[in-house]
Nanobody, 120 residues
Framework: HVELVESGGGLVQAGGSLRLSCAAS????????MGWYRQAPGKQRELVAS???????NYAAFVKGRFTISRDNVEDTVYLQMNNLKPEDTAVYYC??????????????WGQGTQVTVSS
């Protein structure tokens, strides 16, 4: 089965940086599109950034120029480098995997989440 394990969250002051990691197992990682989502208290989960199996990236407008998503197909890991963090970036950040499922379509998997707290 697919397992996604996030790490790298924590408490940081506004203007600081964090690097999130998501290690995948139980899947052919290089075939998968990967993404980072976040969910703040009382809000819906929202897409932060995504990266396709070919390396094409996409960012939400609110993180463009501050966050960078990347992947390492040898380490089966996707990263989210977060710079110039703001208090409104405070949320639980989730790693998402979209695995080609053949006749089953795209199979979606989630990590357990990692808390990011930005103090003002």
């Amino acid at each position: 089965h697919v397992e996604l394990v996030e790490s790298g969250g924590g408490l940081v002051q506004a203007g600081g940086s964090l690097r999130l990691s998501c290690a995948a197992s139980g899947t052919i990682f290089s075939r998968n599109d990967m993404g980072w989502y976040r969910q703040a208290p009382g809000k819906q989960r929202e897409l932060v950034a995504s990266i396709t199996s070919e390396g094409t990236t996409n960012y939400a407008a609110f993180v463009k120029g501050r966050f960078t998503i990347s992947r390492d197909n040898v380490e089966d890991t996707v990263y989210l480098q977060m710079n110039n963090l703001k208090p409104e970036d405070t949320a639980v950040y989730y790693c998402e995997c979209q695995e080609p499922g053949g006749r089953f379509g795209i199979l979606q998997f989630w990590g357990q989440g990692t808390q990011v707290t930005v103090s003002s």
